[in-house]
């Protein structure tokens, strides 16, 4: 009686599956949460509620924007800044019919933050949903 046993590698396939599984994972949570952080966005002008987007960077999911007064939406300014560090007693600026206003700042909206933090349970379930549906 011969006995064969062939032992065949597959460990190249699963890789490249496991792979794929964590980029749909990390699609999946970047435009849950770019849509998430979107919704938090303040909605004066639009622009950046419509700037909110992601980018999968090798094994990162990036949630942000491009629009350079976003920084200050997300952490706040003055002595509301969340960060510390904001500019203390008020400032004057000018206003469009020429006259100035007083301001001690703005308040935090933390859109990209909370868009993050608030959902890991979720997050967690399209990780899990991605492996198991390779």
Known sequence: MNIVITVTDNSAEVLAALENACQRALEAIGMRASG?????????????????????????????????????????????????????????YPKADGSFGFTLGSEAHHMVRNSMADHTDEYMTLIVESLTNA
Request: charged share 20%.
């Open 36 to 92: 998430y952080a979107k919704d938090l966005s303040p909605a004066d002008t639009g622009l950046l509620q419509g700037s909110m987007d992601y980018l999968v960077d090798g094994d990162t999911v990036n949630v942000g924007t491009n629009t350079e007064y976003a920084i200050y939406q997300e952490i706040g300014t003055g002595i509301h800044a969340s960060e510390g560090g904001g500019r203390q007693g008020g400032w004057y």
